[in-house]
């Protein structure tokens, strides 16, 4: 095991730690500021995205976070894109984000800002913390600039440039912003102490030179704010109460309370929490885009992504994921949580809303013998069990039908309960059925169809008069009202539970699991789907919770599969088999 993987090991918290709901340590703070009387008992949070990449699972907890703790105390939220770094930021990132952000049912009403509104701002503060001594123009590299800062265990040293003179720092700073010197020449650092135990306190850089072209200023600007400038300031202006960061911000505190003092303005109070950190998941946008360009997904909206426009389309619902946020709690230290507890929500919430159908993503053709040639006849189906309101629904049922394949075994093991020669099996809604023959291909001996005869004393799948009782329930579709399907079955995008644990240097790409998507071209789904749109959510009966791909159209469904049913029906599926 490499070092890099030891270090990962020993710093994971194998407990899932989180408050119930309702309460957390930052609400309690909160409810201590709400009662001294501090910010004027307001609440006025925000949610601060870099507009580079996608929004995903992670970023879901941070906003329920940060809206919903402004809803819960009647308080306002902004959204505000930090477009502090031009050279990766996209107007499709910002869609996105806006799309995510209002899909989870959060407003921000007219508090739509940029750090780029502040620009002017900002750059009058550099001015005056220069006037004030207290920062500096420094011509030294990038990698001269790491050199000087120290270690953890040694103390930096101070820049030959330190020491530059107010005025010559004006000029070099204005001249700066006009565009006179090539990226890397200089950079603006706030003059604190170069020995400080916290390295983010060694005179941390402001501004970099950077001629690129930026999404809503243009050419404007040749510099650009460093993110721990910009934050604690748009903070401010904003009149924020509570900035909510995750932990790795604890230790830019100090720097966040010392631009705030030493400008001398309305102070914010910044709070971190844990992040959300998932098994079989990547929550690094930096390593999500690496999936994207390299092709290994099929792009950020891909479902096996971890992203919000993924699980959306792969069929998350708003609520499952606020309920998981809200389940995980928040907590101070850091934790992995189980990917299972996020399927679990999905699970909950769909199987209130999600109406039945039944589809058959593997067919078998059935033939009943002994059913009338022509008859078709409407079997009424339960449209969910667990609200009546849903009503029900017809669905044909004919001579000729389709089954699962794994649901007929022509020698079937032990404990194997559904249909095989000779043996009875009820038909959801439809009929008692028992098998008499099999049909084989007589090249490859594959089995190609099953003759059965049925009961006509079962209609509706009822026991009948006899007494006599079946151990397995089929779903099926009538062969000749059956709509055509492709059915996507997606697995974990990634082999193991921690991805970026991998050995002798690998990437993380290594773990990436070829699994996980899984196409079916030729599948069935009853008639009652032909009016299925983009996004809707449906249970297919056995097979477990899907979704109607952005993709699809009335003449070529496409359903993505979004969770699987319980584990302890995989567990008799794994055994049966």
């Not at 809200?326 to 679990?344: F, P």
């Not at 690998?506 to 998507?517: M, R, Y």
């Amino acid at each position: 095991m490499t070092a890099t993987n030891a270090a990962l090991i020993n710093s994971r918290e194998t407990t899932e730690t989180g408050a119930t709901t309702g309460s957390n340590f930052i609400r309690d703070m909160v409810n201590e500021d709400m009662r001294t009387g501090k910010f004027g008992g307001r609440v006025h949070t925000r949610f601060p995205p870099e507009p580079n990449g996608y929004l995903h699972i992670g970023h879901a907890k941070s906003i329920c976070l940060n809206f919903g703790l402004a809803e819960s105390y009647g308080g306002k939220g902004n959204l505000r894109f930090d477009d502090t770094n031009p050279i990766k930021e996209e107007q499709e990132y910002i869609d996105s984000i806006i799309e995510d952000v209002h899909w989870l049912g959060f407003d921000w009403e007219d508090r739509l800002f940029y750090a780029s509104d502040y620009f002017d701002q900002l750059y009058e503060w550099a001015i005056e913390l220069i006037k004030k001594g207290k920062a500096y123009v420094d011509s030294l590299s990038a990698e001269e600039i790491r050199a000087y800062r120290g270690t953890l265990t040694q103390p930096g040293k101070d820049s030959p440039y330190r020491n530059r003179s107010v005025e010559e720092n004006l000029d070099l700073f204005r001249r700066m912003r006009a565009g006179e010197f090539p990226d890397g020449a200089h950079v603006l650092r706030a003059k604190i102490d170069m020995a400080s135990p916290n390295l983010n306190m060694r005179d941390p850089v402001m501004y970099r030179i950077l001629h690129a072209s930026h999404h809503r200023t243009g050419d404007k600007w040749s510099i650009y704010p460093m993110y721990d400038w910009a934050h604690g300031q748009s903070d401010s202006i904003e009149g924020i109460t509570h900035s909510i960061c995750t932990l790795e911000f604890e230790d830019h505190r100090p720097l966040y309370n010392w631009f705030l003092d030493e400008l001398g303005i309305y102070h914010p109070q910044q709070i971190e929490f844990a992040r959300l950190n998932l098994t079989y998941t990547l929550m690094s946008k930096r390593k999500l885009l690496q999936l994207v360009r390299d092709g290994h997904v099929r792009g950020w909206d891909d479902p096996r992504m971890p992203t919000l426009s993924g699980l959306r389309r792969r069929g998350y619902t708003p609520a499952a994921i606020r309920n998981f946020c809200e389940e995980i709690g928040v907590a101070k230290a850091n934790s992995t949580i189980q990917i299972a507890r996020l399927e679990n929500c999905l699970r909950d919430d769909l199987n209130k809303r999600a109406p039945r159908a039944m589809a058959v993503l593997r067919p078998l053709r059935v033939v009943i013998d002994n059913y009338p040639e022509d008859l078709v006849e409407e079997m009424e189906a339960v449209n969910n069990p667990e609200d009546p309101s849903m009503g029900t629904r017809k669905v044909p049922f004919s001579k000729v039908l389709y089954i699962e394949q794994d649901d007929f075994r022509e020698e079937p093991p032990p404990k194997y309960y559904r249909l095989a020669p000779g043996r009875e099996v009820r038909l959801r809604y439809g009929y008692f059925i028992t098998c008499v023959g099999v049909v084989k291909d007589e090249q490859t001996g594959e089995l190609i169809e099953l003759h059965c005869i049925y009961d006509p004393q079962t209609r509706g799948g009822n026991n009948p008069p006899d007494g006599r009782k079946v151990k397995a329930t089929l779903h099926w579709v009538s062969a000749a009202h059956a709509l055509p399907a492709e059915v996507r079955l997606y697995d974990h995008l990634f082999l193991k539970p921690y991805p970026e644990e991998v050995e002798n240097g690998a990437d993380f790409t290594a773990n990436l699991n070829p699994q996980s998507l899984e196409v079916l071209t030729t599948c069935f789904v009853e008639p009652n789907l032909a009016g299925a749109k983009p996004g809707d959510r449906y249970q297919f009966e056995r097979q477990g919770y899907f979704a109607v791909d952005l993709n699809s159209t009335p003449g070529g469904l496409v359903f993505n599969r979004a969770v699987k049913l319980k584990d302890s029906w995989e567990k008799i599926e794994k055994a049966q088999q």
